[in-house]
């Protein structure tokens, strides 16, 4: 009767909720490419080098195009690039939990520049990439104007990094193809 008890209670305690640290989807090498694919159109981000800790990165998609540095501090996924304006932005907070909320400014996808709210949705969505592939676990963040309008939701999965963004409509662009790249950090 004790070990029914114990095991009832077990069971109806409340769970933890998930969470996950940021570095788990900011990949450390250089030479890491993704290839997007939007429509008919292909799109790229790699990193080009990885030096004192930080990644320079670039974007292009379609008419949008972007460079910078990423790096983590103190756990959390940093983004310093023109496009987002001066300094460094948050691109993801040290601890991802259901709810998390941040102030940013907007996201590359809408442009850069503005002011965007991003709250993480899930850690555990479920991606269909356009070659068939499957990627579980992804963590999906909304991005909104800060009236909640305009929604774009952007997925990451871990130690790959960003797997698409879907916008108010449809898909902006998902992944097709990642290469892992060559090397890890150098001085």
Same mark, same amino acid.
């Given at each position: 009767?004790?070990?029914?008890?114990?095991? =009832?209670?077990?069971?109806?305690?409340?769970?933890?909720?998930?969470?996950? !640290?940021?570095?788990?989807?900011? @990949?450390?090498?250089?030479? #890491? %490419?993704? @290839? /997007?694919?939007?429509?008919? *159109?292909?799109?790229?981000?790699? @990193?080009?080098?990885? &030096?004192?800790?930080?990644?320079?990165?670039?974007?292009?998609?379609?008419?949008?195009?972007?460079?910078?540095?990423?790096?983590?501090?103190?756990? !959390?996924?940093?983004?310093?690039? !023109?496009?987002?304006?001066?300094?460094? &932005? &948050?691109? =993801?907070?040290?601890?991802?939990?259901?709810?998390?909320?941040?102030?940013?400014? $907007?996201?590359?996808?809408? +442009?850069? +520049?503005?002011?965007?709210?991003?709250?993480?949705?899930? =850690?555990? $969505? %479920? #991606?269909?990439?356009?070659?068939?592939?499957? #990627?579980?676990?992804?963590?999906?963040?909304?991005?909104?104007?800060?009236?909640? *309008?305009?929604?774009? *939701?952007? /997925?990451?999965?871990?130690? @790959? +990094?960003?797997?698409?963004?879907?916008?108010?409509?449809?898909?902006?662009?998902? =992944?097709?193809?990642?290469?892992?790249?060559?090397?890890?950090?150098?001085?």
């Amino acid at each position: 009767m004790i070990a029914l008890l114990l095991s =009832l209670a077990v069971a109806q305690a409340p769970m933890a909720e998930p969470s996950r !640290a940021a570095g788990q989807y900011f @990949i450390q090498k250089s030479g #890491v %490419v993704w @290839i /997007y694919e939007q429509g008919k *159109t292909k799109g790229r981000s790699s @990193i080009g080098a990885f &030096v004192d800790w930080k990644a320079s990165f670039t974007f292009s998609m379609g008419k949008r195009s972007a460079s910078g540095t990423w790096r983590v501090k103190e756990g !959390a996924w940093l983004e310093r690039s !023109a496009a987002r304006g001066e300094g460094e &932005v &948050v691109l =993801l907070p040290a601890n991802l939990t259901r709810g998390a909320r941040w102030t940013a400014p $907007a996201s590359i996808e809408r +442009g850069g +520049g503005g002011v965007a709210q991003y709250e993480v949705m899930t =850690l555990d $969505a %479920v #991606v269909e990439l356009p070659n068939g592939i499957t #990627v579980e676990n992804c963590l999906a963040v909304l991005e909104t104007k800060p009236d909640g *309008t305009e929604p774009y *939701t952007h /997925y990451w999965a871990p130690n @790959i +990094g960003k797997v698409g963004v879907r916008g108010p409509e449809d898909w902006l662009y998902r =992944l097709v193809e990642f290469r892992p790249g060559r090397r890890g950090h150098s001085e």
